[in-house]
């Protein structure tokens, strides 16, 4: 016989949508038999004012935080390294370290131990860029101690040099305090409800690619009505919408003018795209409902860094894009699995698995992820991938520093090598100087070995979340700026007409 108390409280969950209802079940303050759980077990996430009147009607939740109406506006931000999309944050996680009012501190004073300590490294690591300092100046080179009042980041030898440059600084001091507070709030405590992404999408629901807004409304992700948290959740989702909006069919670069792609790139993209979205099998789960299906999608991430620690909530967005197609992602570079040793120990190199790959084939179902510690052209030599097809493979590059004095000679034996695949090869950059320095190194490289298929320009789908250089505070750069694609050049074969 059920109590009064349960016939509550199975009245007021029944008026409750499912969106919030689920949310309840996945923080554990609804139980399996469906009564509410002590606020002090979980941590608890909004849900909508509506479901929060006709629980407390009830008294079945008390004191149930409620969100304001949201609108169709959209907001950003990038994702707390740590933090679990899966599964509820643990108590150090959920513990609140700075209100949302409170997130300007100076780096040497902040109540973050680890800003702290980067406050530290800039001030043994940065130089003052006051002219004094320049060669051919007054002072010798000397490292920034002075912390601007107004940004709280280490940028000057002295308050006088910050003083005579202020002008200078100026231009960079608001985007200086944007960085500042950014890195206060992701690790103030507090929970991400922009981190909870979107499942997969119905295939009658067209998804719009124009901008980051239109995209994340099509996709039915969460309202994010902050700029703040907009910017944290693009830092994360920026790496799979970029390929994604390329290689897709509804992709917002084509031919048009300001469209940015080339006639060759209409032609790779297209052959992809074939792939990509494939008809209806007409299928089914039977024997015979058995249908032939093409091979995996290939997309192969060179000099793989921080893109192949992201959560894997975030590459899985990419499957959602296409979700008829499989997908394979290979992250490769020999710092592919750094931080992440714990995580995944390296397995010992086998004749079955000579370079040592960690491959992760539950990401989803029509999504396997490998990850392998090594140079590309070593791969390439060894005929590991052979054969590569336009169809089914893809080749990326994010920030890869082709033109960059420290890095360039890593990439000198591997662009031959990209080139002889005729598959596409997307590339971004930091800023639109970090992306002209690759663009002409790969002119003096391979001059009149490769076609262009996107001309060079600001990705729609860039990170709105600015990043500093510890090395020089004046360095600001955003994740994926811009982006541009070229591939090794091919020649038409034609057959020449007898001579009479």
């Known amino acids: 016989m059920a109590f009064p108390a ?4 199975r009245s007021a969950l029944s008026r409750v949508c499912t969106r919030c209802f689920v949310s309840l079940r996945r923080q554990g303050r609804v139980s399996n038999g469906l009564f509410p759980v002590s606020q002090s077990q979980q941590q608890r996430r909004p849900i909508s004012g509506k479901c ?3 629980l407390r ?3 079945q939740l008390d004191d149930i935080p409620t969100q304001k109406p949201v609108s169709r506006r959209f907001s950003s931000g990038f994702a707390q390294p740590s933090f679990s999309l899966t599964s509820p944050p643990s108590d150090t996680q959920s513990k609140r370290v700075l209100a949302p009012d409170d997130l300007f501190h100076s780096f040497t004073n902040s109540p973050i131990p680890e800003i702290r300590r980067r406050a530290t490294f800039i001030r043994h690591h940065a130089s003052c860029p006051h002219h004094d300092h320049q060669p051919g100046g007054a002072m010798s080179p000397a490292h920034v101690n002075f912390e601007c009042p107004d940004c709280g980041i280490p940028v000057y030898c002295s308050e006088e040099h910050w003083a005579d440059d202020y002008e200078a600084h100026l231009q960079i001091c608001d985007t200086l305090r944007q960085i500042n507070e950014d890195d206060h709030d992701l690790r103030s405590g507090r ?4 981190f909870e992404y979107a499942g997969p999408q119905m295939e009658e629901a067209l998804i719009n690619m124009t901008n980051w807004d239109t995209f994340l409304y099509t996709r039915n992700f969460n309202a994010i009505n902050d700029d703040r948290s907009m910017r944290q959740a693009t830092r994360l989702l920026t790496y799979p919408v970029t ?5 897709h069919e509804l992709s917002p670069y084509n031919l048009k003018d300001g469209g940015r792609l080339t006639p060759e790139g209409i032609k790779s993209f297209s052959a992809l795209r074939y792939t990509l979205h494939p008809p209806k099998t007409g299928g089914g789960m039977d024997v015979k409902g058995l249908r032939v299906e093409a091979p995996a ?3 192969f991430i060179l000099g793989a860094r921080a893109e192949s620690s992201l959560p894997r909530d975030a590459w899985v967005q990419l499957a959602h894009l296409f979700p008829r197609a499989r997908i394979h992602l290979i992250f490769i ?7 992440r040793d714990d995580e995944f120990p390296l397995p010992p190199r086998t004749p079955t698995n000579p370079f040592g790959a960690i491959v992760e084939d539950r990401v989803w179902p029509t999504m396997k992820i490998s990850t392998i510690v090594d140079y590309y052209h070593t791969i390439h030599k060894a005929n590991h991938f052979y054969p590569y097809d336009p169809y089914f493979d893809c080749f990326v590059m994010f920030h890869p520093g082709l033109g960059h004095a420290a890095s360039s ?7 031959p090598m990209l080139l002889e695949t005729k598959a596409p090869i997307i590339v971004t950059g930091y800023t639109q100087a970090d992306m002209e320095r690759d663009i002409d190194w790969v002119h003096k490289t391979a001059a009149g070995e490769f076609d262009v298929l996107m001309e060079p320009g600001e990705n729609r789908f860039r990170s709105l979340r600015w990043d500093l250089n510890d090395l020089d505070p004046q360095d600001i750069s955003a994740g994926n700026w811009g982006v541009w694609a070229f591939r090794g050049k091919r020649y038409e074969a034609t057959h020449k007409s007898a001579e009479p």
Do not use: C, K, Q, Y
């Open 6 to 9: 349960e016939l509550a409280a």
């Open 52 to 54: 929060a009147r006709v």
């Open 57 to 59: 009607a009830t008294d």
């Open 191 to 194: 929970f991400f409800p922009e």
């Open 243 to 247: 390929i994604g909006s390329i290689i």
């Open 297 to 299: 999608v290939r997309i």
């Open 333 to 339: 570079g020999p710092e592919s699995m750094l931080n």
């Open 409 to 415: 000679h890593e990439w000198e034996e591997t662009l």
